[in-house]
């Protein structure tokens, strides 16, 4: 299996491995959005028709065999873009794309399971249809890929992040791959030509707007709950992802916890360089370690890892309530 976060001119490669099939196995959406699109690319190119079919138990092998049938005026070959949410699948559902990816040489097949198991893999149909087929991963990296993850996409949107930038946009996406490719997008879009390093990359996050997180982390860490309170109104109503404010709480909490619990208790500029503390953040780090008891430091943290589940959808919860509780309690506790 193949975990490549930018894969580029895949249905060339499928090709040439005499091959017509790509399986997407995850979720993921950067990874799974970006494996289609670069397939689409090459058949508008080459004018090759897409139809995308979405597979669920309720299916009946009649209602499928016709959305097989090519009838375009303008093309005589065809993408079949197959989802498969997950559930059990029909035996008769099982053997017909089997044989349809198996028999049919002429056309071209994407099957996404979006959600696959340990039985899948070892299916006998499963395996029948990956002999056809190129296979890639589409699921969240892990903690020790997602720097490497980082790396490939903003080499795809040709940034040149140095290490720093890349281990503190790894702390402020809190290894969600879609949050941290939300800000190389905007990146990207600033036309930036040298390489970026920290102090860059927290200018060009913060991108002028109304607020920026890092508004929001000086409002609640000093104290101004109405600012707070506007500041968090306005990234709900722009549609910031959740999990972003979270990562920036994160990064400075993680230091905060770090220096509050060391044996060292001098504060000084390298120390915190060192952890990744910049500009006047160093100042509301400081003022934390004084004001905050090593409780609520303590439990400040993990408020922050509840919330990092909740905006991943592992654990049951509203991300924006959670997020307006944690930074306005944060708020208040500065403000007395």
Known sequence: MEAIFAPKNIIEKIQGLNKNCVIILGNEPVVSNHIKTDIRYFTDLNNIELQSINFDSS?????????????????????????????????????????????????????????????LLKSVWFNKVKESSLQFEAKEPTTQQIQGAIRVRANFYDLNLDDESLSLLSNLSLGNLLAAENELIKLSLLGLNTEIDVKNLILHISNGSKFDSFNLLDYCMTGKINKTAQALLYFEEEGMEPLILNGMFSWVFTAIYKLKFSTNTSVTNSKLIELRIFGTTQNLVRSSLNKLSSKQVEASLTKIKEIDLICKGLRTGDPWLEINRFAFGISRLFNK
């Open 59 to 119: 299916n009946k092998l009649d209602q499928i065999k016709t959305l097989f049938e090519n009838n375009s005026l303008f093309s005589n070959q065809t993408l079949f873009s197959i989802s498969i949410a997950g559930g059990r699948t029909l035996d008769e559902t099982k053997k017909f794309i089997v044989k349809v990816v198996s028999e049919n040489n002429s056309d071209l097949f994407i099957i996404h399971f979006q959600n696959f198991t340990k039985e």
